[in-house]
């Protein structure tokens, strides 16, 4: 490959155009083999190197897929993955992406868990048990979601949630037992059902 021009673009992001082919963009960060120092208006490559910068090419095209993604909305990063696979953008390119937006934490598991419990809790009342059952089938990673789960607990007392689920269960429900289950479905645990159904006597 003999580059004909390099124009950058954003901090880190060149739009390459060589001498035969279209012009592409990467990111120097996604370099393995070539200093992107090397990377200039006549310089040639072999075909290694050559591979190196069409590989970085490859990635910065997944990583401005997943940023239009994540400018309209937060996302984990199992479910961002899933949405560039059906885009049929290499798994790998995909990856080192995703590595890079976690490394400026552009993409966050955490911070999109945390956004999601505080809206779910504007119509759900729900525990902790079928919360993290939710951010676990949405492809959360655990540990993210037991940080994220943690901080909403520290700032919502679980208690008062069971108490507003109760209410709104016992206008449907009369009977102690349906009422319960349905409170068990919502991730409550039985000491946190009884303890407020014992202060609603």
Known sequence: MLIREMVQTLHGVYEITPVAGSA???RTEYLSLVDSERICAGAE?????TADILNAALVYSAEYAAM???????HCRYALTQKL???QI????IDAALDYLESVHYLDD??????????RSIDHAEGRIRLAAELTGRGVERTAAKKALDEFFSEHNELDIC???YRKIR???KDTEKIKSSLVQKGFTLKEIETVMKEDC
């Open 24 to 26: 592409f963009f990467l």
């Open 110 to 119: 955490q911070r999109f868990a945390g956004a999601w419990l505080r809206t």
């Open 171 to 173: 206008n449907l429900k």
């Open 45 to 49: 490559f072999n075909d290694e190197e």
């Open 85 to 87: 696979i059906k885009k």
């Open 90 to 93: 290499d798994k790998k390119a």
């Open 163 to 165: 108490a507003r689920a």
């Open 68 to 74: 239009t993604y994540l400018a309209r909305a937060e």
